[in-house]
């Protein structure tokens, strides 16, 4: 078994799914992220996403910096009724 820290995303999309997804990328992938799933939900509007770190450290020291809330606040936010749900967490997992 392996354990990481990440966080999950749950948001209500204000433009199409694939909009939303083309916004993820117009960052490199942070230091310390070792995957990212992003789930479009059957009822259309409700986004999911799950990043996953090596290390709680590494996923704080990406959340304090300045550069990532000005990329969340131009890339996401506009892209989102409201605001998104954040839970983060150790994730576990078997594989």
Known sequence: ??????TVMVA???VPFEEFESGL???EPPAGRRLSH???SDDGTT????FIF????????LADKPEQAEWYATNIAPKIVGEAVWHDGFITSDS
């Open 1 to 6: 078994m392996s354990s990481e820290y990440g």
């Open 12 to 14: 209500t999309l204000a």
């Open 25 to 27: 990328h117009t960052l």
């Open 38 to 40: 992003l789930m479009n």
């Open 47 to 50: 986004v999911v996403g799950v």
């Open 54 to 61: 090596d290390s709680k450290e590494s996923y704080l020291a």
